[in-house]
């Protein structure tokens, strides 16, 4: 489920097999920069939070009525997962909120 408000997305998700997820690491981006924005290459990578123990959270200081991409990561003791699919949420209007019901799923490749 998440909760959207014009500066903010409250993420939750199912991880699945717990047992050698350690926690997590949500990352996002505005998936159309504003001009501004895409003059900053910084702004075209994805930011993110680490260290994330429960299967929810929220990111706040966003754009009100933006597109943001966002995609989490599981950290087990051999590292990072790759990221799941990323989901597309445009920030709501001011003075609104909306909810959506969303999925990740997370893929992990072991080499030798």
Do not use: C
Not at 11 to 28: M, T
């Amino acid at each position: 489920m998440t909760d959207v408000t014009a500066d903010s997305v409250s993420l939750s998700w199912n991880p699945g097999n717990v047992d050698a997820i350690s926690s997590y690491v949500v990352q996002f981006r505005a998936k159309y920069p504003t001009t501004s924005q895409a003059h900053d290459d910084a702004e075209a990578e994805w930011r993110e939070t680490v260290d994330v123990l429960r299967t929810e959270f929220t990111v706040r200081g966003l754009l009100p009525f933006t597109v943001y991409e966002l995609r989490v990561l599981a950290v087990t003791s051999i590292g990072r997962s790759l990221p799941s699919d990323s989901i597309d949420v445009t920030t709501a209007e001011l003075g609104r909120t909306v909810t959506l019901h969303i999925r990740f799923r997370f893929r992990f490749y072991v080499s030798e």
